[in-house]
C-alpha cells in the first residue's frame, strides 16, 4: 500500500491567501469525481513563506491537454522491496549514475539493494529509493524511444510523475525526495493511524469521517481514493478507531490498519507542508513536456500551480480513482506501470478495465517493453 501522503488560482504563481500572512492547505475528506471540489474536515494555515513563487522558466498559465493514449504511472511509497532495482542496474549501464548519486543525501545504491526492508521502508530513505528506481526505468524507455501522452504517480510517485514530464532533472528529483522524507518522517508526535476501508461508497466513507472530525474535534478524513470500494482514511489513532467502528456498523467488509511511518495527507502533515514550501521557492521547475495529472485534483494544472499543488499534496487526499477516471475519458487506453510491485495493475483494472496496462519491475520487464 502507498504512503497513504480546487487549485488555487495565482496571477504570480504565489498561493492566494486566505488573510496577508497565511495561506492555506485544506485537509479535506473531499469527493468523488475527475475535478471534484473540497469539503474540509480541517484546514491549517501554513505561514506564507511556504507560499511558492514561480521560477523562471516555469511560465505556463493553463493546464496542457491529454492528446494521446498511453500514460505512465508511478508506484508510491510502501511497494519498495529489498534489491530493488539491483538487476536494472546490472542490465543497463546508463542507469547506474542515478543509483550512485549521493543527491538525497545518502548512499542510495546501498539501500536499494542491499537494506533490509525495514530499513528501506523507512520514510527518510524510501521516497529516495523509490525515485531513482523509477528515473532509471524512465531513462531506458527514454533511450529507447518511448514516450508517454500523460503521466500519473500515487503519492509519492507524483514526484516520479513529475520527472517523466520533464519537470524535474534527476539530481533535483532526488535532493527534493531527501528532503522531503526526512521531513515527512519527523512531521507528526501525535498518535496516529491510518487504515484501508473496504466495500463502501466514497460518499459514505466521506459523511462518515467528517461526522467523526466534527463530533471530535480531531483530524480524520479521507487519505486516499484508491479504486471503486477502497478508500484509505488517516489521523489522530483514536479519531481513525472510531470511524472504523462506525464504517463497520454501515456495511464496511473490513478496515485492514496500515503500517505506515506517519499520518500522511492529513493535515498532520501541515509542519511538513511549510516545510516543503520554504523548499520548493527555490526547486528548479521545468515546463512540462506531457501533462501530470495531479493527485491533489484529478486533473492536470498549469505550470505555475506546480508548486502549490506539491504543497497542498501534502495534506490533501491522493484521488487515484478519480484521475484514472479522468485519463480514460481523455483518451487514454493503454498505461505502463513503473514500481516494484504491482499495486497500481490492480487499481487501474478495477477503476477502468478497459486500459490495458504493462508493469515494469524488473530487467525482464524493462527488456520486453523496449525490444532490447
Known amino acids: 500500500m502507498s504512503d497513504t501522503e480546487s487549485t488555487t488560482a495565482s496571477t504570480a504563481g504565489v498561493a492566494a491567501t486566505v488573510a496577508p500572512s497565511t495561506a492555506c492547505v485544506a485537509a479535506a475528506a473531499g469527493t468523488t469525481g475527475a475535478a471534484p471540489t473540497t469539503r474540509t474536515a480541517a ?70 539493494f542491499d537494506s533490509p526492508a525495514e530499513l528501506l521502508g523507512d520514510t527518510r530513505y524510501a521516497q529516495a529509493c523509490m525515485a531513482a528506481f523509477a528515473a532509471a526505468v524512465v531513462t531506458v524507455l527514454r533511450e529507447h524511444g518511448l514516450t508517454c501522452d500523460a503521466t500519473l504517480g500515487l503519492s509519492l510517485g507524483e514526484y516520479n510523475a513529475l520527472y517523466a514530464a520533464g519537470v524535474l532533472d534527476t539530481q533535483t528529483l532526488l535532493e ?38 466534527t463530533r471530535t474535534g480531531k483530524v480524520v478524513s479521507c487519505t486516499n481514493y484508491n479504486c471503486p470500494g477502497q478508500v484509505v482514511i488517516g489521523g489522530e489513532a483514536g479519531a481513525v478507531e472510531a470511524a472504523e467502528a462506525l464504517l463497520l456498523e454501515q456495511g464496511a467488509k473490513r478496515c485492514l490498519p496500515l503500517k505506515t511511518s506517519g499520518p500522511f495527507h492529513t493535515a498532520l502533515m501541515a509542519k511538513a507542508a511549510q516545510l516543503l514550501g520554504q523548499r520548493l521557492v527555490t526547486t528548479p521547475l521545468k515546463p512540462q513536456c506531457v501533462p501530470v495529472i495531479f493527485n491533489a485534483i484529478a486533473a492536470p494544472a498549469a505550470d505555475s500551480d506546480i508548486r502549490n499543488l506539491l504543497v497542498r499534496h501534502m495534506c490533501s487526499p491522493v484521488r487515484f480513482s478519480q484521475s484514472i477516471s479522468l485519463l480514460k475519458e481523455a483518451g487514454i487506453s493503454s498505461m505502463i506501470e513503473v514500481g516494484p510491485g504491482r499495486v497500481l495493475s490492480g487499481l487501474i483494472r478495477k477503476t477502468a478495465p478497459e486500459i490495458s496496462v504493462i508493469s515494469i519491475e524488473t530487467a525482464e520487464d524493462l527488456r520486453k517493453v523496449v525490444g532490447a
Do not use: H
Open 43 to 112: 484546514t491549517v494555515c501554513v505561514p506564507a513563506t511556504a507560499g511558492v513563487a514561480a521560477t523562471a522558466g516555469v511560465a505556463s498559465t493553463a493546464a496542457p491537454p491529454i492528446t494521446g493514449a498511453t500514460a505512465w504511472v508511478f508506484a508510491g511509497q510502501g511497494s519498495q522491496v529489498p534489491g530493488m532495482g539491483q538487476d536494472i542496474y546490472e542490465a543497463f549501464p546508463q542507469t547506474r549514475t542515478i543509483f550512485e548519486s549521493t543527491s538525497a543525501g545518502f548512499d542510495i545504491r546501498k539501500l536499494c
Open 176 to 213: 527534493l525526495l531527501g528532503f522531503r522524507g526526512a521531513i515527512m518522517a519527523n512531521a507528526s508526535t501525535i498518535p496516529s493511524r491510518m487504515s484501508a476501508v473496504f466495500g463502501l461508497a466514497d460518499e459514505t466513507v466521506e459523511s462518515t469521517v467528517n461526522d467523526v472530525a
